[in-house]
């Protein structure tokens, strides 16, 4: 379970023995399914990490856009309210850049939250690759929480931040990348293959 997570259930059992208390369980319950909620939201499962020249996505959810271009390709993931929030990086590498934009809190299953919605962007140089992904706020989420820096270095699947509540998570590959998922598929941080090289990096390649 993530720590906040934790604070808030704490929050909301207190908050419901007190009611409890003064008012009877009545008074206490809508508190205690709230912390019980806020355990369920910030839960935090291991994951299998599959090996190999593949890229995992980088948060749960339901893939609601593929989008190709001669330069690059975008998998737009919405995660519902049920699903789980901790963001994994898609490949390991070092972050060279991180980037936060202000926006707007527009429904996140929309396309135009890609574009005007407040976001954290990261793009991670690994193996002759970059690969960049963005926490994307919602109507609901109000909050974008980030654990790197620039600079860190990160395996793929390692856990980078999360998003509160509802959201979405766009990532763009470049064309030595063959996107694996389509429209409509479930996916899990961390452990599902959402794209994989098209060629070995130079690294793997066999003299």
């Known amino acids: 379970m993530v720590g ?58 339901k893939v609601v856009l593929v989008r190709r271009k001669p330069e690059s390709t975008q998998i737009s993931i919405f995660l519902n309210i049920f699903d789980v929030h901790v963001n994994r990086a898609p490949i390991g590498g070092k972050i060279v850049g991180i980037e936060y934009k202000p926006g707007k809190f527009l429904v996140a299953s929309k396309e135009e939250a890609s574009l005007q919605n407040e976001m954290n ?62 429209d409509g598929d479930r996916v899990k941080a961390g452990s599902s293959i959402i794209a994989k090289r098209i060629e070995a990096p130079p690294s793997e390649r066999v003299l």
């Open 4 to 61: 906040i997570g934790l604070v808030y259930a704490l929050a909301f059992g207190a908050t419901a023995f007190v009611f409890f208390k003064m008012l009877g369980i009545w008074a206490a319950l809508p508190f205690a399914l709230l912390g019980l909620l806020c355990v369920w939201f910030f839960r935090d499962p291991d994951r299998v990490i599959p090996d190999g020249p593949v890229a995992v996505s980088p948060a749960d959810g």
């Open 121 to 182: 962007t990261f793009t991670i140089d690994g193996d002759h690759t970059l690969v960049r992904f963005s926490q994307i706020a919602g109507l609901i989420a109000r909050r974008i929480v980030c654990w790197k820096k620039q600079g860190d270095f990160v395996t793929k699947g390692e856990r980078v931040g999360l998003i509160q509540f509802s959201s979405r998570v766009d990532a763009h590959f470049g064309p030595e990348w063959e996107v694996t998922v389509r």
